[in-house]
């Protein structure tokens, strides 16, 4: 059973693609590694239990992935210099 953050994430990642998801279990089965890192992130076993808590987990998330988002244009940029 998923609580009420991960239930927003299912409805509302790739346009309601995985509304039906109704666990972690089945989040991995979807084969989306992202969705399901998401769903695991705002579990309540890891100590997601607040909505501030379930924005502060998704905005280490966001802030990693620009990082990784920046590492990855600056080798472009340097490869096609």
Do not use: P, W
């Not at 927003?8 to 790739?14: D, H, P, W």
């Not at 992202?34 to 705002?42: G, P, T, V, Y």
């Not at 998704?58 to 096609?80: E, Y």
Request: net charge negative.
């Amino acid at each position: 059973m998923l609580n009420s953050f991960q239930q927003l994430c299912a409805q509302s990642y790739g346009s309601g693609d995985f509304a039906h998801v109704e666990s972690i279990a089945e989040a991995r089965e979807t084969g989306d590694t992202l969705f399901a890192f998401l769903i695991i992130e705002l579990a309540e076993s890891e100590g997601c239990d607040t909505r501030e808590e379930a924005i502060r987990r998704l905005d280490m998330a966001i802030s990693d992935l620009q990082c990784v988002i920046g590492a990855i244009d600056a080798v472009d940029r340097k490869d096609t210099g």
